[in-house]
């Protein structure tokens, strides 16, 4: 078992570029979860899928963002066009529904 | 709503007992989690008590669980080195997974 993976591991970009986050979940994992990671707002839930279909995206913060999940094993955060204020650490976690969430290591963004 | 609150440092000495707080206000909460992240590094899973449970313990972990004051807790026995790092308490209700600010632990020597 892989673990929930993320790539990159470090994006810095400069501001107003379209950045892409990348996840695949655990394998049999029919949920998945995109938090955001501040040293404000902690750790805050961005959207949740279930069997690949957004159920929840009210944690997204602008129209500036936005998830796919066109498949079950591959999800992106997308943010267009990117502000300093992106700058965090962006979480994806998966689980079966009721079972605990398992994390990747997160991808850290910094926009300059 | 949901709102879990934890404590923010928690300084220790080595083989001592840490015991970290946290309270919740969701009532209809199934699961409390405890979290563990260190430097760099993502949400690692500690341990969960399901909200019909008081206690649960595993090896060095005790989680005990008030579901009257919803008050969970989690005790590290013989503290050590390696168990310096941020610890979230989250309250799992529906689909979603609510974290408080997480508790810095410090192990001293």
């Known amino acids: 078992d892989a673990g929930v993976i993320q790539s990159p591991r470090h994006e810095v970009t400069e501001m107003g570029q379209e950045v892409t986050l990348r996840c695949k979940p655990i394998s049999g994992h029919n949920s998945l979860f995109w938090y955001r990671q501040t040293m404000m707002r902690g750790l805050e839930l961005l959207i949740y899928?279930?069997?690949?279909?957004?159920?929840?995206d009210s944690g997204m913060p602008e129209d500036r963002f936005s998830a796919k999940m066109p498949n079950a094993s591959f999800s992106t955060l997308k943010i267009q066009p990117s502000e300093p204020r992106d700058s965090a650490v962006y979480f994806c976690a998966s689980s079966t529904t009721g079972s605990p969430l398992h994390f990747g290591n997160g991808t850290r963004l910094t926009v300059t | 709503g949901e709102d879990v609150e934890q404590s923010l440092f928690l300084s220790v000495r080595e083989g001592d007992s840490s015991v970290i707080n946290c309270t919740y206000t969701?009532?209809?909460?199934?699961?409390l989690y405890w979290y563990k992240q260190e430097p760099g590094a993502g949400l690692q899973l500690l341990t969960y008590?399901?909200?019909?449970?008081d206690m649960k313990q595993d090896q060095r972990l005790t989680v005990l669980l008030n579901k009257k004051d919803k008050h969970l807790s989690l005790r590290i026995a013989d503290t050590q080195t390696g168990d310096s790092a941020i610890y979230f308490c989250a309250e799992y209700n529906d689909y979603k997974l609510s974290f408080g600010a997480g508790t810095t632990v410090t192990v001293r020597a």
């Open positions: 969701d009532s209809s909460s199934t699961y």
């Open positions: 008590i399901f909200s019909n449970m």
């Open positions: 899928f279930n069997n690949n279909v957004p159920i929840d």
